[in-house]
Nanobody, 127 residues
Framework: QVQLVESGGGLVQAGDSLNLSCEAS????????MGWFRQVPGKEREFVAA????????VYADSVKGRATISRNNAKNTVYLQMSTLKPEDTAVYYC????????????????????WGQGTQVTVSS
């Protein structure tokens, strides 16, 4: 079984930056593509970013492109999401997820392809 724990969320002001972390309790972390999604009450879960097993390939949602950076440290079983120039519309619960499949730009952008999910961390951006 795989357990994912997010951290780093909080209350920030518009224009600020924030770093989120997700640590995985798994022996073969390097075999999973990892993704970040976010969700607000009453809305569907939205793709944010994804990274391949080795970290060599990344993809971002248009809504965060240019403001977000996803990275991973396989030695620490951790994936990160750095966000800058935060906007009120970035307010959401952010989830990390693990996908035990080959990384493709199309597949990793859809939540149904992920096998494991963390409990989420709240990010609130005030105006």
């Amino acid at each position: 079984q795989v357990q994912l724990v997010e951290s780093g969320g909080g209350l920030v002001q518009a224009g600020d930056s924030l770093n989120l972390s997700c640590e995985a309790s798994v022996r073969d972390f390097h075999t999973y593509a990892m993704g970040w999604f976010r969700q607000v009450p009453g809305k569907e879960r939205e793709f944010v970013a994804a990274i391949s097993r080795s970290g060599g390939n990344t993809v971002y949602a248009d809504s965060v492109k240019g403001r977000a950076t996803i990275s991973r440290n396989n030695a620490k079983n951790t994936v990160y999401l750095q966000m800058s120039t935060l906007k009120p519309e970035d307010t959401a619960v952010y989830y990390c997820a693990a996908a035990g499949l080959k990384y493709t730009i199309t597949v990793v952008q859809h939540s149904e392809h992920y096998d494991y999910w963390g409990q989420g961390t709240q990010v609130t951006v005030s105006s």
